[in-house]
C-alpha cells in the first residue's frame, strides 16, 4: 500500500508541475527580457507578446491554486473560478501582441546598448527562437560550449532550444489530453444514458451507433483529415474526441441498465420526479465511477493519438509537439539521441502518471477496496 | 447425555472489536440447540469459527472440543481434519453454496472421495443415491441435475444430503430455510428433525427466527451483542423467558402484538380490474416468441381509505409485479387500473405524475432505497419541491424534519447520508421519506422482511397508528403470515399470477379455502388468536 502512495504521490506531482510549467511558459522560455531597466525607465518586454491564450493559462493556473489552498463553498468557488476567466478573457480579446516577432531584436540590441538592469526568462529562447543571429546552431547536443550560448537539453533540427520547445510543448500534451476526453465524455455519457435509461429500441439502435464508431480506426481517420484539411488543434480534439466515446458509452449503459432496476431510481419514478433528475441527480452521480477510472486512462491514450501523429510529422505546422521532437531524432542522418530522449521522457512521464490515477482512481472507487475484509 | 460439542469461553474479535464475548456453549447427542439472535450478535460468526471458516482478520480465541476428537477445534489445522466427516455445515444460500458447473451428484461424490477414500466407484454411487433418497429426492434424476435446473427447496435438500453423506456428528445449519417460502421452509424443518433423529446426530441450528426455532429445536440460547444473555429448553424459555432481551423478542413476534385499532373503510381509491402481465420467452438467434410467462394472470384488486390490503403469495406468484404494476412501474399487457378516479392504464407514463403524491411506495432492500450520493434531506426535500408541497424551502425542510422524527430517527438526520445508518434505520428513512409528501396510499413491498423482528414490530405498530389516525391506505405486500394477521384487514392470495383467494382478515385465518391458502397457514404455525 506504502509504494502505492508514492507512486500516486509522483503521479499528482508530475502533472501539477506539467500543469504549472504550461501556464507559466512564456516567463519560462522566451527570447525577450521580462525586465529592461534604463535610466529613464524600465520595460516588460516578454509581457508585450502576451497572448489571450497566454493569459487564460495564467488565469486558470492561478484559479486552481486558489481553489484548492481555499476552503470555500463549492457553489462560490465554481462562481469565482467562472468570474476570474470570463475577467482574463474579456481582458486577453483586447491584447494585441504583434504579428511578427524578430526573436533577436532585443539580443541585439542590448549588445548594442548595454541597459542598466536586464532580467532575462530562465531559458532566454522562445519556442520558435531559430537563433538566427548565431549562424547555424541546429543539432547540436546538450551543453555544447558555444559562445555566448547555453542551451541545457541542445538544439533541435531548425537550431531552436529544445528545453523551450519542451516547455511550450506542454500546453498542447495537457490541452489535447483534457479536451479531446472532455468532448468524448460528453457525448458517450449522453449516449450511453440514453441507452441504459430507455433500453428496448433505442438501445438496440444505440449500440449499433456504438459499434460503428468503434470500427472506426482514430488514427487513420486524423491521418485522412490532415491530408484533405489544415492542421489545426482543434480540429485534433474534436475527432480524437469523437472516435474514442463509444467506451464510456459503454460504461454509462451497463451502469444504468443496472441502476434503472434498483429500488431508488424505481422510488424516484414513482414519487413522479422529473426524468432530467432521475437521470442526472439519482443515477449518474452513481454512475461516475468506472466513467471516471475510463477517463484517466483516455486522457493519456489522447496525448499518445497526438503524439504519434506529430511523430509522423502530420502534427501541426510550426508549434512545439513533443511527438515532432521525437521525428527530428530520426529523421537526420545521425540517431540524435537527446531529440529522443527529453521528450520521450516527457511522454512517459505524462502518460505513466495518468495510468496510475486511473488505476487509483479504481481502486478508490471500487468498494471491495474501500473497505478490508467486511464483517 | 455425552456431549458431542463443548465450546468454553469462545472470544471472535476484528481488528481489536470484540464480537463474540467468551460465550459457552454444550451440546449432546441427538441435541438440536438453536441460537437466535438478531443481525450483528454474532450468531453466524459463533458457527463458521467452529469449522474454521472466518477469514485471517478475525482472531479466535477459548476452547472447543468435539466428542472423539484430540485438540481444540479452533485450531485451523484440527478443524481441517474434521470439517465434512465430523463436522458439517449447511447455508442459507443453497445457491452459492453449490458449484454451477458440477452435477449434485458428482459434488456428493467428492465429498465421499476425501472422507471415504477406501469406497468403490460402485459403492460411492450407491452412498450418493442412498444420501438423495434420504432427503426424499428423485436420486437418479438429481444426481445428473445442475444447481440451476433445481428449486430452492430442492437445493437446499441437495446440500442438507451432501452434509450428511459422510455421517457427521454435528450438524451445524446456518439460517438453512431463511432464504426459501414458507410451505417448503416448513418441509425441509421437518426433514431436517426426521434426519436428525434417525442418525442420532447433534445439530446447532442458527436463526434469526424465533417462529421457526420453536418448530425445531430442543434447547435454545440467544445472543445479544456477541453474548448469550439466555439458555434453555425450547417450552422453558418460549413460555416463560427470564432474560428482559429475550421477553423483547418475544413480545415483538407479530403475533404476540397487541391487536391494532381497525376502522371502517372509506371511499375506494384504486380500483384494477383484470389485471394481465405477460412477458414474452424469446428463443433462438430470430428472437421469436415461443411463449408467454403469466406472471399477472387476471388480477383484480381494490383498495378503499384507511384499508390494509394484503397481498400474500411464494416468491414468483407475481406479488412484487402487481405492486410495480399499480404504481405505473410495469407496462400492462392488459386491464385498467382506476386511481382515484382516473383511468390510469392506456395514459402514458408523464401523464401519472400528479397522481404520484398520492400513492407513494416503500421496497424491500433497505440498502437499494436509497441513492447513496445524495443527503437524506435533498432526497426528501426533491420531491416537496416537485409536487409543489411547503411554500418555501423553509418550510419544507420542516416538513421533512418532522417526517424524519415521527420515523423515530435522530434529528440530525437530514444532514447524512444512507451510508451512515442501519439497514432498519434506512427502512425508516424510505418510509419517512414517502411519509412526507401526505400519501393516501403506500404500497408497501416486503418492508419488513429484511429486518430484525424487534425492528418489524416497531414498524408495523408505526404504520397501524398511521392506518388508524390519519386514514391511510396500504397495499401490503408479503409472505409473512403472522404479519399478516397483526395488520390486514382483507386479504389477498396469489398463485401463479391469480388471485385464487380473497378475504377479510378474520374469514381467512378462520376458514381457508384454496389448498395453497391451508398450506401456508399450516406452514406459518401461528398460535391460535
Known amino acids: 500500500m506504502s509504494s502505492h502512495r508514492w507512486l500516486l504521490r509522483f503521479a499528482f506531482g508530475w502533472l501539477a508541475l506539467l500543469a504549472t510549467i504550461a501556464a507559466w511558459a512564456p516567463l519560462l522560455a522566451n527570447s525577450f527580457p521580462l525586465l529592461v531597466c534604463y535610466e529613464e525607465g524600465c520595460q516588460f518586454p516578454a509581457f508585450r507578446l502576451f497572448s489571450a491564450v497566454d493569459l487564460l493559462w495564467l488565469t486558470g493556473w492561478g484559479v486552481a491554486v486558489l481553489l484548492w489552498r481555499v476552503r470555500w463553498l463549492w457553489t462560490i468557488r465554481v462562481v469565482v473560478a467562472c468570474v476570474a476567466l470570463l475577467v482574463a478573457a474579456g481582458i486577453g480579446s483586447q491584447l494585441e501582441p504583434p504579428a511578427l516577432v524578430v526573436h533577436e531584436s532585443w539580443r541585439t540590441h542590448l549588445t548594442a546598448q548595454p541597459a542598466q538592469r536586464v532580467l532575462w526568462a530562465p531559458i532566454p529562447y522562445g519556442p520558435r527562437d531559430y537563433l538566427r543571429d548565431f549562424g547555424s546552431t541546429a543539432l547540436e547536443p546538450p551543453l555544447a560550449a558555444a559562445p555566448q550560448r547555453w542551451h541545457w537539453l541542445g538544439t533541435d533540427d531548425q537550431g531552436a532550444d529544445l528545453a523551450a520547445r519542451l516547455i511550450h510543448a506542454s500546453r498542447i500534451a495537457l490541452s489535447i489530453g483534457l479536451i479531446a476526453t472532455g468532448v468524448a465524455l460528453a457525448i458517450g455519457v449522453v449516449v450511453g444514458a440514453t441507452m441504459g435509461y430507455f433500453a428496448g429500441w433505442v438501445d438496440l439502435i444505440g449500440m449499433r451507433l456504438v459499434e460503428i464508431f468503434e470500427a472506426i480506426p482514430t488514427l487513420f481517420l486524423l491521418l485522412t483529415f490532415v491530408a484533405f484539411f489544415e492542421r489545426s488543434l482543434p480540429l485534433m480534439m474534436v475527432i480524437i474526441g469523437l472516435t474514442s466515446w463509444p467506451g464510456y458509452a459503454r460504461y454509462t449503459r451497463a451502469e444504468f441498465l443496472r441502476l434503472r432496476r434498483i429500488e431508488f431510481v424505481q422510488g424516484a419514478i414513482a414519487a413522479g420526479l422529473p426524468l432530467t433528475s432521475i437521470l442526472f441527480r439519482h443515477m449518474l452521480p452513481n454512475a461516475v465511477a468506472p466513467l471516471a477510472v475510463a477517463a484517466a486512462f483516455g486522457v493519456a491514450s489522447a496525448i499518445l493519438a497526438e503524439s504519434t501523429l506529430s511523430f509522423l510529422g502530420l502534427g501541426l505546422v510550426d508549434e512545439p509537439s513533443w511527438g515532432q521532437a521525437l521525428n527530428q531524432a530520426v529523421k537526420a542522418a545521425a540517431f540524435n539521441w537527446w531529440l529522443a530522449l527529453f521528450p520521450g521522457l516527457a511522454i512517459l512521464l505524462t502518460v505513466l502518471a495518468y495510468n496510475l490515477l486511473g488505476e487509483a482512481l479504481r481502486d478508490a472507487l471500487d468498494p471491495r477496496y474501500r473497505e478490508g475484509v467486511g464483517v | ?315 414468483g406468484s407475481g406479488k412484487s409485479t402487481l405492486g410495480r404494476t399499480l404504481l405505473g412501474l410495469q407496462p400492462l399487457t392488459s386491464g385498467s387500473i382506476t386511481l382515484f378516479g382516473q383511468e390510469m392504464a392506456a395514459v402514458p407514463l408523464r401523464a401519472w405524475r400528479p397522481l404520484r403524491r398520492r400513492v407513494q411506495v416503500v421496497f424491500q432492500d433497505p440498502f437499494a432505497s436509497l441513492n447513496p450520493k445524495a443527503t437524506i434531506g435533498a432526497q426528501i426535500m426533491e420531491p416537496l419541491t416537485v409536487h409543489r408541497i411547503g411554500a418555501s424551502r423553509a418550510e419544507q425542510w420542516a416538513l421533512a424534519q418532522q417526517a424524519v422524527e415521527a420515523m423515530g430517527l435522530p434529528s440530525d438526520t437530514l444532514h447524512r447520508y444512507p451510508h451512515q445508518f442501519s439497514g432498519g434505520q434506512r427502512q425508516r428513512i424510505a418510509i419517512a421519506k414517502a411519509l412526507a409528501l401526505q400519501p393516501e396510499l403506500i404500497v408497501c413491498d416486503e418492508i419488513t422482511s429484511a429486518l430484525d423482528v424487534t425492528l418489524q414490530a416497531e414498524i408495523l405498530q408505526r404504520l397501524a397508528a398511521l392506518v388508524a389516525e390519519q386514514g391511510l391506505a396500504l397495499l401490503f405486500i408479503t409472505h409473512n403470515m403472522a404479519v399478516v394477521r397483526y395488520l390486514a384487514d382483507r386479504v389477498l392470495v396469489l398463485y401463479r399470477g391469480q388471485v385464487v383467494e380473497e378475504k377479510t382478515h378474520a374469514e381467512l385465518f378462520a376458514a381457508p379455502e384454496h389448498p395453497y391458502t391451508q398450506r401456508l397457514l399450516a406452514a406459518a404455525q401461528l398460535e391460535p388468536v
Open chain 2, 1 to 315: 447425555m455425552t456431549s458431542i460439542l463443548a465450546v468454553t469461553g469462545l472470544t471472535i474479535a476484528h481488528r481489536g472489536v470484540p464480537l463474540v464475548r467468551g460465550i459457552d456453549l454444550t451440546i449432546a447427542a441427538g441435541e438440536t440447540l438453536a441460537l437466535v439472535g438478531e443481525s450483528g450478535s454474532g450468531k453466524s460468526l459463533t458457527a463458521q469459527s467452529l469449522l474454521g471458516l472466518l477469514p485471517p482478520a478475525f482472531q479466535v480465541s477459548g476452547q472447543a472440543h468435539l466428542a472423539g476428537v484430540a485438540g481444540n477445534l479452533l485450531d485451523p489445522a484440527v478443524a481441517q481434519r474434521v470439517r465434512g466427516a465430523r463436522l458439517a455445515m449447511i447455508f442459507q444460500e443453497p445457491m452459492s453454496a453449490l458449484n454451477p458447473v458440477l452435477t449434485v451428484g458428482e459434488q456428493i461424490a467428492e465429498v465421499l472421495a476425501i472422507h471415504a477414500p477406501h469406497l468403490s466407484p460402485m459403492g460411492q454411487r450407491q452412498r450418493v443415491l442412498q444420501a438423495l433418497a434420504e432427503v426424499q429426492l428423485d436420486p437418479e434424476r438429481i444426481a445428473a441435475s445442475y444447481p440451476h435446473q433445481l428449486s430452492g427447496g430442492q437445493r437446499q435438500r441437495a446440500m442438507i444430503a451432501m452434509a450428511l453423506v459422510a455421517e457427521p456428528l454435528l450438524l451445524v445449519a446456518d439460517e438453512p430455510t431463511t432464504a426459501l417460502d414458507v410451505t417448503v421452509q416448513a418441509e425441509v424443518l421437518a426433514l431436517l428433525r426426521a434426519l436428525q433423529q434417525r442418525h442420532g446426530m447433534a445439530m446447532l441450528f442458527i436463526s434469526h427466527d424465533l417462529a421457526v426455532v420453536a418448530q425445531i429445536a430442543d434447547r435454545i440460547a440467544v445472543m445479544q451483542q456477541g453474548a448469550i444473555v439466555e439458555t434453555g429448553t425450547s417450552a422453558d424459555l418460549l413460555t416463560a423467558p427470564r432474560h428482559p432481551y429475550t421477553q423483547r423478542l418475544l413480545a415483538a413476534q407479530p403475533d404476540r402484538l397487541p391487536p391494532r385499532l381497525r376502522r371502517a373503510p372509506g371511499e375506494t381509491l384504486l380500483a384494477a380490474h383484470d389485471l394481465r402481465v405477460y412477458f414474452p420467452i424469446e428463443k433462438g438467434v430470430w428472437r421469436r416468441t415461443v411463449g408467454w410467462v403469466r406472471a399477472l394472470d387476471g388480477v383484480d384488486i381494490s383498495v378503499r381509505a384507511g384499508e390494509v390490503v394484503a397481498v400474500v403469495g411464494e416468491s
